[in-house]
């Protein structure tokens, strides 16, 4: 007697995908279930290849499937594995997390002009607001009242981004109350910036600047291990105490868990320059710090970004200062940081989704 769909996914309902936290079934990672009397197969969809959870996935729905069915069942051998298909991020070249190992460090602003400095290049930028706790592109791109809309393509609801400034900008912050804290335990924090990722039509893009939440944890470790990061570039101050958070983020992301290629140290805030004065510079947290780090890490310094107060009161009106022209001394470091980073992507191994 053979046996029957039902039952196959009743059984595969006790397989649970640790990095989504929910069954198989639910996740809508079982395709193509043929039953020929005693012999099953069926198609496992992960979300890319490679998946590091495939092969234990694969052993626990053979498990599964023996308990409920009974030793006869012939399932071994006979399940196929793929990515799942029309991903929007297939069509996103290179994606670069922009990390810092504690708050407070200026990471927000340094994504923020990373990316419209990469937009001036000609590439095709997008910007993921992904600090979860403290989202501020909003703010610093003039859109805190911004609502994105959702468009049905092929079946399938999709956030369409919100454009400014020739970019497609995103965040967490265009979908929660602003006055509100937001009370998510670490899951629950993941799932979401998942979605907001993954339903996303990002069309076609030859960078997407991920802004991550500020220390380790579990969401950045969700994130990495889900999406194809490029790699990631850490931002600091030269302070010691912020240094060594720095390293910390470092170990993270060179942990066999994650392996997500460092693409160098940015070093914010390194020296003060006066505008009336704009040929000196005053080191008030240290000199050479990150440089110093960078080399005990063997990471280039991608950047040395100023201390300067148009930077911050850019952001504040919603015009990051990268806009201004190149011969604005704020705006040509965040230029070379961008021309740093382009070479970068080029130099490691990039992961994609295919």
């Known amino acids: 007697m053979a046996y029957t769909n039902k039952q196959i996914v009743d059984a595969l309902e006790e397989v649970i995908y640790f990095p989504k936290h929910d069954n198989i079934i639910s996740l809508g990672m079982v395709d193509d279930i043929v039953v020929e009397g005693k012999k099953i197969s069926f198609t496992l969809l992960f979300p890319q290849p490679n998946d590091k959870s495939a092969a234990i996935v694969e052993q626990a729905c053979v498990d599964a499937l023996l308990k409920n069915l009974g030793s006869d069942a012939q399932v071994r051998g006979n399940i196929t594995i793929k990515a799942k298909k029309n991903n929007p991020l297939d069509r996103i070249k290179y994606i670069v997390a922009i990390a810092s190992g504690k708050g407070g460090v200026g990471k927000s602003t340094v994504a923020a002009n990373l990316a419209v400095s990469l937009s001036k290049t000609g590439a095709k930028v997008g910007l993921l607001d992904a600090?979860?706790?403290?989202?501020?592109?909003?703010?610093m791109f003039g859109l805190v009242d911004a609502k994105p809309f959702s468009e049905n393509k092929n079946g399938r609801d999709m956030i369409i981004p919100v454009e400014k400034y020739g970019m497609k900008i995103l965040s967490i912050g265009f979908f929660v109350n602003p006055n509100q804290a937001l009370l998510w335990r670490g899951p629950m924090a993941s799932n979401a910036l998942l979605q907001l990722i993954n339903d996303t039509d990002w069309g076609d893009l030859d960078f997407l600047v991920l802004d991550l939440p500020p220390g380790t944890g579990d969401i950045h470790l969700t994130l990495?291990?889900?999406i194809p990061v490029t790699g990631v570039a850490i931002v600091s101050t030269p302070q010691e105490v912020a240094l060594a958070?720095?390293?910390?983020?470092?170990?993270?992301?060179?942990?066999e868990k994650i392996k997500v290629p460092v693409l160098g140290l940015i070093e914010n805030m390194s020296y003060f320059t006066p505008a009336e004065l704009p040929d000196n510079r005053y080191y008030i947290f240290g000199k050479e710090g990150g440089k110093r780090l960078a080399k005990e890490s063997n990471v280039p310094l991608l950047g040395e970004i100023p201390l300067v107060q148009s930077i911050c009161e850019s952001g504040d009106i919603g015009m990051p200062v990268s806009l201004k022209e190149t011969s604005n001394p704020e705006s040509k470091a965040f230029e070379q940081l961008a021309l740093n980073i382009i070479r970068r992507v080029k130099e490691v191994p990039v992961s994609r989704l295919k």
């Open 131 to 139: 600090d979860i706790y403290g989202p501020s592109v909003p703010l």
């Open 224 to 226: 990495v291990q889900e």
């Open 245 to 255: 958070d720095a390293i910390k983020a470092f170990s993270m992301f060179n942990s």
